[in-house]
């Protein structure tokens, strides 16, 4: 038998990109990974800090976000989120650069909730 392909990682299969900040992340954050009942994998973006984000539109970081998914699909990730809203700037970017389903913030439900 010939065993082919597979992920770098497996049994943990949320991918987070997170911003690049330094606050303490108790449990309930996302950034805390004792929040999650299962295994998550983190990629930080460098550089992503929340003012730049927030206030700056992100300005000039959507290759690195995409970047950082496709980093999370290469060590095992079946599917994205992020730990900022904002980031639905970028969810037709980022759901385009992966072969994963990608929910940049919680607004991304609204349209099956109101169907």
């Known amino acids: 038998m010939k065993v082919s392909g597979g992920k770098a990682i497996y049994g943990a299969s949320v991918g987070i990109l997170m911003l690049e900040a ?10 805390h990974a004792g929040t999650w ?8 973006v460098r550089d992503a800090s929340p003012d730049r ?27 994205i989120t992020t730990n900022c809203g904002f980031l639905s700037l970028f969810q ?10 990608v929910m940049t913030s919680s607004l991304m439900q609204v349209a099956m909730v109101n169907s």
């Open 22 to 31: 330094r606050f303490p992340r108790i449990p309930g954050d996302m950034g």
């Open 53 to 79: 984000v927030v206030r700056r539109g992100a300005e000039g970081l959507l290759p690195e976000f995409i970047a950082a998914a496709k980093a999370l699909v290469a060590d095992g990730a079946d599917g």
């Open 37 to 44: 009942d299962f295994p998550v994998l983190y990629r930080v």
């Open 92 to 101: 037709t970017q980022l759901s385009e650069a992966v072969d994963v389903p």
